[in-house]
């Protein structure tokens, strides 16, 4: 049995948490380059410009790539060799979070109830999933997201009917009407199968494969690319002024589902995609 | 480059044109969801507002906290049309033009072409940037709000474009359809 103390879980999700603020991975920074040197219209590529010259400064001078420093999903992945010690692994997670925000001076964005919202000033709590799996690693995954890309996300329970083409219906259509909202160039995630709940964290987990990974069944990687295509042909462009970038990504995630159903999820990412992965 | 200063009187947004790239200079307010509801609730009661609008911008941004030494922390742009329902009222009483992203309602549109105002846009996600050009910031009002309160900031050389000029010409409209009619390469073919 592998021990893991709660203290050590505390540093690692807080200082995750200001470096996925501070500095953006380096595949999405080569993708926008990429993207940058590709777009031809000349308000789009200013546009591209201006968000590289941002992530040059933030990670340079240690500030927030956004001033919307998010809600944090964390994605726990823990090896059911490995005991916790030292505290409640839930409180670890979020004292991490608190200790993050405060004093990497990143923005308090969580209010403690959502109808009466009060601002819990600490950025706590995260959303947090747990995935047992065989073996002693410990692994976390920190994802802290805006919401200006989250309010633009969709979810639909079509009919089996509807298939292949009811849901590119829907992932084009939730493109179209988030529009410049989400901070074009964004990532798109889809979910497809399992059930209402499940979709939805189908839809976030896709958002966080690696850019430029496809999906490894064929059929699922050729809708990926056709839907890539469809989005940028769409013409919104960086922050919806027209131009070819308008979806940096569009990776799918899939899960066995109900002979009566066919759920499909949509969540958007924008251009400032922040995680940040350890291992303890 | 057009340089622009504020006060932004009428005689100003007449030349600014829907697609003008500008860098703008001058004291500006800050404002989002929670501080024009009080506004507009104060204006309802027939109150005096704790700012002056007349030929004012608003900023529609909640930076996150500054660091030790620093003006501001990162302050870039929140999405616009979540303040579309107070908006008409405040161009009303002589605000003269808003800082935000994405697209607004028609009623907005409508009454920037009324009160002859405009409408910038600042680049989305681009805070860390965007924070360099603000050099003082100070609580006007609503410190209870945090992120949220009016802050006065004075600005030198903000990037902005021209979202929706005094004439009504949307660029989140004419600029994706000039791009769709006019580029020859519209899409990638990886
Ligand atoms: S959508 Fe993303 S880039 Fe845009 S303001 Fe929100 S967090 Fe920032």
Redesign the pocket.
Known sequence: MRRIECKDIISAIKKACMDANYYIPEDLVSTLKKRYEEETWPMAKNILERIKENIEIAKKEEIPL?Q?T?MVSVFVEIGQDVQVTGGSLEEAINEGVRQGYMEGYLRKSVVKDPLNRINTNDNTPAVISYRIVPGNKFKMLIAPK????ENMSRLKMLKPADGVQGVKDFVIETVERAGAN??PPIIVGVGIGGTFDKVASLSKKALLRPLGERNKDEFYKDLEEELFYKINKLGIGPQGFGGKTTALAVNIETYPTHIAGLPVAVNIN???ARYKEVEL | MIKLTTPLTEEKIKDLKMGDNLLLTGTIYTARDAAHERLIRLMEKGKKLPIELKDQIIYYVGPSPAKPGRVIGAA?P?TSYRMDPYTPKLLDVGLKGMIGKGDRGKEVVESIVKNKAVYFVAI??V?ALLSKCIKEAEVVVYEDLGSEAIRRLKVEDLPLIVAIDSKGNNLYEIGRRMYLEKAEDNAYLD
Request: aromatic fraction near 6%; proline fraction near 6%; charged fraction near 5%.
């Open positions: 956004c919307d998010g805006g919401f200006g890309s989400p901070c924008c251009h400032v | 870039g929140t989305g996600g805070a």
